[in-house]
């Protein structure tokens, strides 16, 4: 192990990160050896999702410590959402050993000190950010037209292109016309093997509905996804928990790579709501953009893993912890659509999945609708439905200045089986909600619940803060608030 005399707090912050990236590569060596010994196919599943997000924390590990040293535009707010990431990556191999009921099976991923080492980075440089450091980023550029900072100009103009189509540099079509791809992942592949230099990708679906499961893979950065409308650009699967999966393997449309960006398509799971967990869509994607776009399933629909994404005049349709991860994420101008689930089940619309109180990560539904859907409007009376539930420790989503219909209990949030689990260390919060279900005045009187009646407190969930929108969004063409 590198020895230090840190004579900073960033010496400091670099030599943990450093103690963490070495465990971390020492973790996965001792996983890979042991990973050949899986002889059943729960735990080969497993173990394949564990190797593959323990190398995506040895890169986010890796990466910070590079743009420390090399970048001067890093900012302290870029190390907090990496740190983050890291450690978020290590509690969903736990989960999926849950969900396959295969504890017992302890990857060296797991245990390892490599969570409470992160814990240790993400502690030093919260305190840096505390100071100031991560202002930079917040307040970086200005969103125009209603699109974050962080989203360049090139890629504001392919947003609002409306012939970007022509402009693709491939086409997939069901008909296999010429010159174009059947399939959605080889036209992926395809194109980003062939890119020159770090431009924009852009992959052009034509109507029809794809039955397949694609992943963009971390390697495969700048990919732009457009379809002809989220009504005629369909994107399907049905894989599920019941059916052997992991909720993380489960998702049809799988995002890793950097600055991914969507338009006009849905993204559909099509297991239903007898099959479990079932994603649609999982993203991991740092400053990711969907727009226009549709979410679609029972479960789990809608996994925002990770990093800094926005979605914006979206639908999201779904039963249970329908969005759910630990990303930093703002949902601004959606429509969230209640379905109807088995007899016996609640509702529960978010699961944020906050495990240390330093991580820079949160749900943010901002100026959206919360409804039901038609399905579930006929029975609406013999359900319950519930805004969120503390799916970790530090879980935190903020609902503000949104239309909340009368189907959501009075009470607003849900317990996490019964238990008290995270009621004091959770933050969920409401600003300026209306509607019939908007009313604040019956909601639960735990400590971590919050009426936010101050704009500078509700500031904190906005684009421009939660996720630095201003900083990156402008680029993507998508339109945004940055503020309340």
């Known amino acids: 192990m590198a020895r230090f005399d840190p004579k900073t707090r960033e010496d400091f912050r670099t030599m943990t990160i450093v103690a963490s990236l070495e465990r971390a590569i020492d973790a996965q060596t001792r996983a890979n050896i042991s990973g050949s010994g899986c002889r059943s196919k729960r735990k080969a599943i497993v173990y394949r999702d564990c190797s593959k997000l323990m190398d995506n924390t040895i890169l986010q590990l890796t990466s910070t410590l590079n743009n420390i040293q090399t970048n001067a535009t890093f900012t302290v707010f870029d190390a907090q959402t990496w740190l983050s990431t890291a450690l978020t990556n290590i509690e969903i191999c736990r989960s999926g050993s849950r969900d396959l009921n295969v ?17 240790n980075c993400l502690a030093t440089n919260g305190a840096l950010l505390l100071d100031g450091g991560g202002n930079s980023s917040a307040a970086a550029g ?8 962080w989203v360049s100009g090139g890629d504001r103009k392919l947003l609002q292109d409306m012939a970007l189509a022509a402009k ?55 990919v732009m996804l457009v379809g002809d409308g989220l009504r005629y650009t369909v994107i399907t699967g049905s894989r599920s928990v019941a059916a052997g999966f992991t909720t993380y393997s489960s ?7 950097i600055g991914f960006i969507a338009r006009g398509i849905t993204f559909r799971n099509t297991a239903g709501p007898q099959k479990g967990q079932a994603v649609a869509l999982r993203s991991a994607s740092d400053l990711s953009v969907f727009y226009a776009c549709a979410f679609e399933g029972y479960q789990d629909t809608l996994f925002v893993h990770a990093q800094r994404q926005f979605y914006k005049s979206c639908y999201i349709y779904g039963t249970i912890d329908f969005i759910f991860g630990n990303a930093a994420v703002v949902f601004q101008n959606c429509i969230i659509y209640v379905r109807k689930p088995l007899v016996g089940q609640a509702n529960v619309v978010t699961a944020q999945g906050r495990g240390d109180p330093f991580q820079n990560t949160g749900i943010s539904i901002h100026n959206s609708r919360i409804m039901p859907a038609p399905d ?5 009376a013999s359900f319950k439905t519930y805004l969120g539930r503390p799916w970790q420790q530090y879980s935190r989503t903020v609902i503000m200045k949104s239309f909340i219909d009368g189907f959501v209990v009075p009470e607003g949030w849900s317990r996490w089986e019964d238990s008290d689990f995270a009621l004091s260390t959770l933050y969920y919060g409401e600003y300026k909600n209306f509607g019939p279900g908007g009313s604040s005045r019956n909601r639960v009187k735990w400590p971590g619940y919050h009426i936010i009646t101050s704009p500078n407190v509700a500031n904190r969930f906005t684009v421009g803060s939660l996720i630095a929108g201003r900083a990156w969004l402008p680029s993507t063409g998508v339109p945004f608030i940055a503020g309340l």
């Open 251 to 257: 998702a049809t449309f799988g995002i890793d790579g």
């Open 168 to 222: 693709a540099n491939v086409v997939v079509s069901q008909d296999g016309s010429a010159g174009s791809f059947r399939s959605v992942q080889a036209a992926i592949d395809y194109a980003t093997a062939r890119r020159v230099g770090n431009g924009r990708v852009v992959v052009y679906v034509k109507r029809g509905v794809y039955r397949e499961n694609i992943l963009v893979s971390r390697t495969m950065n700048k």
């Open 142 to 149: 200005g969103g125009r037209r209603g699109f974050p900072g």
């Open 376 to 380: 579930l409007k006929l029975v609406v």
């Open 103 to 119: 504890t017992k099976f302890t990857s060296p991923i797991l245990s390892g000190n490599v969570s409470e080492l992160i814990s």
